[in-house]
């Protein structure tokens, strides 16, 4: 007997960086993303399918959206800062406009289906300057300390405080949290319609969600790299889950 469509596990997009690679013999370009984020789907009962920056991005983001119960925009290199009107910082990265509009577009699709979202590093970066906000684009020279990026490939960890009265709080639990950190840019002008939902004790912005009642989680850390705590790619599998049976129901009405 067949399994009823709503008990299907849902497909959760995630994106992706296109970048050189090697294996074997083989010196190309390809679509990469580290194992962490698709392990953390796969174990909080979703289904991942990466989603490779592609050339027409407007056309092609609806139709793939069309396809995904949620959507999360994973972290990588800078955002480009003349996507908000700023002069480049010398350490800024260089610029990958093919990402960004391809997630540009793909985060804009996802608000007008209201389709379940988790922005995390540079995804919450991506997000604010998609609502109109900007970014510190050196954080040592903004706040004093490279307490966020120590490099090396070596995660930080800092304490991040969370509001009682967030999505994320229900998620990890309100006050202080630790997360695991790795980024040089956060937050300067909160994006329009977007809510601040936890900070670092220095001021920075560590976590967004919108007013407007969709599911948006996104965190400036990241969680991935937590193999022991997935609850926030639990929260967005079971919010993806609502999502999918709401559409399934849709069509059969």
Same mark, same amino acid.
């Not at 008990?7 to 010196?27: F, H, M, N």
């Not at 804009?108 to 379940?116: I, T």
């Given at each position: 007997?067949?399994?009823?469509?709503?008990?299907?596990?849902?497909?959760?997009?995630?994106?992706?960086?296109?970048?050189?690679?090697?294996?074997?013999?083989?010196?190309?370009r390809?679509?990469f993303?580290p194992?962490?984020?698709?392990?953390?789907?796969?174990?909080? !009962?979703?289904? $991942?399918?990466?989603?490779?920056?592609?050339?027409?991005? /407007?056309?092609? *983001? +609806?139709? &793939?959206?069309d %396809?995904?119960?949620?959507l999360?925009?994973?972290?990588?290199?800078?955002?480009q800062?003349?996507?908000?009107?700023?002069?480049?910082?010398?350490?800024?990265?260089?610029?990958?406009?093919?990402r960004?509009?391809w997630?540009?577009?793909l985060y804009?699709?996802?608000?007008?289906?209201?389709?379940?979202v988790?922005?995390?590093?540079?995804?919450?970066?991506l997000?604010?300057?998609a609502?109109?906000?900007?970014?510190?684009?050196?954080?040592?020279?903004?706040?004093?300390?490279?307490?966020?990026?120590?490099?090396? !490939?070596?995660? $930080?960890?800092?304490?991040?405080?969370?509001?009682?009265? /967030?999505?994320? *709080? +229900?998620? &990890?639990?309100? %006050?202080?949290?630790?997360?695991?950190?790795?980024h040089?840019?956060?937050?300067?002008?909160?994006?329009?319609?977007?809510i601040a939902?936890?900070?670092?004790?220095?001021?920075?912005?560590?976590?967004?969600?919108?007013?407007?009642g969709?599911?948006?989680?996104?965190?400036q850390?990241?969680?991935?790299?937590?193999?022991?705590?997935?609850?926030?790619?639990?929260g967005?599998?079971?919010?993806?889950?609502?999502?999918?049976?709401?559409?399934?129901e849709?069509?059969?009405?």
């Open positions: 007997m067949a399994s009823n469509v709503s008990e299907r596990r849902p497909v959760i997009g995630l994106t992706t960086y296109l970048e050189q690679a090697k294996q074997g013999v083989w010196d190309v390809a679509a993303l194992q962490q984020y698709f392990d953390a789907v796969t174990a909080s !009962g979703g289904i $991942a399918v990466l989603l490779p920056p592609q050339p027409f991005a /407007s056309e092609a *983001a +609806g139709p &793939v959206l %396809g995904l119960d949620g999360i925009l994973t972290g990588g290199l800078d955002v800062p003349e996507l908000y009107g700023a002069e480049r910082h010398p350490l800024t990265d260089p610029a990958r406009p093919d960004d509009e997630e540009l577009a804009r699709g996802a608000e007008e289906r209201r389709l379940p988790l922005a995390i590093c540079r995804g919450l970066q997000v604010n300057v609502r109109g906000g900007t970014l510190h684009q050196h954080l040592p020279e903004a706040l004093g300390t490279e307490r966020f990026r120590i490099g090396g !490939g070596v995660f $930080a960890t800092n304490t991040v405080t969370v509001d009682a009265d /967030s999505r994320l *709080a +229900g998620l &990890v639990g309100a %006050g202080d949290v630790e997360v695991h950190s790795y040089h840019q956060g937050i300067d002008r909160l994006g329009h319609g977007l939902t936890a900070r670092t004790d220095d001021g920075l912005v560590q976590a967004i969600e919108s007013d407007d969709g599911y948006l989680v996104g965190v850390w990241h969680p991935e790299e937590n193999a022991e705590d997935r609850r926030l790619f639990a967005l599998v079971a919010q993806a889950s609502a999502y999918s049976a709401g559409r399934n849709a069509v059969s009405a």
